[in-house]
């Protein structure tokens, strides 16, 4: 069965960097792309960008564009979020998800990794 | 950016009502990119409807999805008590996703 498995919580500082990872199993990495997502606290979902793990494309929401990277790990079929320049308002629950191919949707989700910045 | 405006906020009903929530776009969004989603508290998202009406896998058929253009419908026939939940669109257009704000359905 298709699983995502994201790495656990994290604090961090302002002004800090924040790498989560989401390992994939249960179907063949490379042919699917990643999205991630977010949701701070009372809040909506946000898009943040996708990779893809054919190729390593990515596109970005124009507002994280200048700090975040997104990667991937064939070899472990990983994909990573890092997010740089930490504020108070990047605290949220942050979630990888497989793109439903032809339709754009995201089809399994990851079970989320909060990250708290905090002085 | 295409904006997502989701109506009702919130949406007050009991079990066994019909709940009709609305998305509506600020432009034309093609229905194969228009998706539905659950969310509870401490969970992660559930894909319910993909390409406007098309359930996902292992969803019941009290969920449906209906709409084009620039309006969209998610609807519960009957709702059940593990259907009161926030509910957001999602779509995609020029390689970015956008979801609106959510309706929040709750018990009446």
């Known amino acids: 069965q298709v699983q995502l498995v994201q790495s656990g919580a994290e604090v961090k500082k302002p002004g800090a960097s924040v790498k989560v990872s989401c390992k994939t199993s249960?179907?063949?990495?490379?042919?699917?792309?990643i999205s991630w997502v977010r949701q701070a606290p009372g809040q909506g979902l946000e898009w943040m960008g996708r990779i893809s793990a054919y190729n390593g494309n990515t596109n970005y929401a124009q507002k994280l564009q200048d700090r975040v990277t997104m990667t991937t790990d064939t070899s472990t079929s990983t994909a990573y979020m890092e997010l740089r320049s930490l504020r108070s308002d990047d605290t949220a629950v942050y979630y990888c998800?497989?793109?439903?191919?032809?339709?754009?949707?995201?089809?399994?989700w990851g079970q989320g990794t909060l990250v708290t910045v905090s002085s | 950016e295409i904006v997502l405006t989701q109506s009702p906020g919130t949406l007050s009903l009991s079990p066994g009502e019909r709940a009709t929530l609305s998305c509506r776009a600020s432009q034309s969004v093609s229905s194969t990119f228009l998706a539905w989603y659950q969310l509870k508290p401490g969970q992660a998202p559930r894909l319910l409807i993909y390409g406007a009406s098309s359930r996902a896998t292992g969803i019941p058929d009290r969920f449906s999805g209906s709409g084009s253009g620039t309006d969209f419908t998610l609807t519960i026939s009957r709702l059940e008590p593990e259907d009161f939940a926030v509910y957001y669109c999602q779509q995609f257009g020029s390689s970015f996703w956008t979801f609106g704000l959510g309706t929040k359905v709750e018990i009446k």
């Open positions: 998800a497989r793109i439903l191919t032809g339709y754009y949707s995201l089809d399994y």
């Open positions: 249960g179907y063949t990495f490379t042919t699917y792309s």
